[in-house]
């Protein structure tokens, strides 16, 4: 059966908008490992229900079912141990779940604060009620609301970024001279922000964009090839 990645899609299937995705992605790259990625949207419910839960990434590793992320890179490091290891060295682990976190909690909110709308727009038609509604649920405005402000969205950003920055003008990934899962848990972030809009959230000479670039770069570009709305930094 080989391995299946459900990725949520954009109206244009080949536009892949989940920054936890993303993360998957290049855990699958890193690890040598070719996967098919099936497109899927936020009202396909019934499509990963197997999964139990309706949430993707949803990884299908021969008959094994795998949700999460994160679940499913501590399960590519267990079931492919010979590959390149996604933690290196004692302690990684612990230290990339805390990077996971940090991706998930502090940097998440504040990209989706400058991103929201453009996200909403390029959604399949099927999804964007869906997504209007749940989205403003949890946050407690209108989309339009919450991005009106871009410049204080845009400061807040910089300031999330300060501790990542301050790292990467020092070493050239979160992980040390080569990439490791810490530094796709961030990436994620990032390519989820360059797929889905055109808004430049980096400056060239900032060391987070000279990491970005980096890993666009990496395995044969698997991500700088990527479909995109960014197409002003290819």
């Not at 497109?39 to 949803?58: D, L, M, N, Y």
Request: with cysteine; net charge negative.
């Amino acid at each position: 059966m080989g391995i299946i990645l459900y990725e949520l899609a954009g109206a244009d299937p080949a536009l892949r908008l989940s920054p936890h995705c993303w993360k998957v992605r290049m855990a699958l790259a890193h690890k040598g490992l070719e996967a098919q990625g099936l497109p899927w949207r936020f009202t396909e419910k019934q499509a990963i229900a197997f999964s139990g839960q309706g949430r993707v990434p949803v990884l299908i590793d021969d008959e094994e079912v795998i949700c999460d992320s994160w679940n499913i890179a501590l399960h590519l490091e267990a079931r492919y141990p010979d590959a390149p290891a996604l933690f290196p060295g004692e302690g990684a682990i612990a230290l990339s779940h805390f990077v996971n976190a940090w991706a998930d909690s502090a940097l998440l909110p504040a990209i989706l604060r400058v991103i929201l709308l453009d996200i909403y727009d390029c959604l399949d038609p099927v999804d964007r009620e869906y997504f209007r509604a749940s989205r403003e649920q949890r946050l407690g405005q209108s989309l339009e609301a919450v991005v009106a402000d871009r410049p204080s969205n845009l400061s807040a950003l910089e300031r999330t970024l300060m501790p990542l920055r301050q790292v990467l003008a020092e070493q050239d990934f979160l992980s040390g001279g080569a990439p490791a899962y810490a530094d796709y848990c961030v990436f994620g972030m990032f390519m989820w922000a360059r797929c889905s809009s055109a808004t430049p959230l980096l400056d060239k000479g900032d060391p987070v964009s000279l990491w970005r670039e980096r890993l666009l770069d990496r395995f044969d570009g698997l991500a700088r090839s990527a479909p995109c709305l960014d197409t002003e930094h290819p």
